[in-house]
């Protein structure tokens, strides 16, 4: 009787240690705008900043970005990716409010787009009348 209860009681902690969930994680990223970065490069004094947190559990981007300089407003703001630097891409999570800084929201990501943003291949651009394919950009890191 002994040994079936320690099998039972074994195959109980089993279960439950296996039915734990992974625990989640707030991932801490960054980005560090200028003109240089951009793709093609462009003469633009402008710089920036990116502060950007990532909840592994809910899939919850949050940013706030900073920037000045630029050669007039903002005429929009994104994450794009997935792309290496120095690679272009298409938008990924476009920003509600650009023409003060700072720009903060959030949004919930997919699991591929959590994945991209993990690997280091989304950036931050910001565009204006003078440069709208982007007048500064960084990549986003931890």
Sequence with gaps: MTILKLTFATLALGACLAATPTLAETVALKATLNAASQVPVNDSKGTGAAAVTFDTASKKLSWKVTYAGLTGPATAGHFHGPADPGKNAGVAVPFAKVD???????????????????????????????HPAGEIRGQVTK
């Design 100 to 130: 003060t800084s700072p720009i903060e929201g959030s949004a919930t990501l997919t699991d591929a787009q959590a994945a991209d943003l993990l690997a280091g291949k989304y950036y931050v651009n910001i565009h204006t009348k003078a």
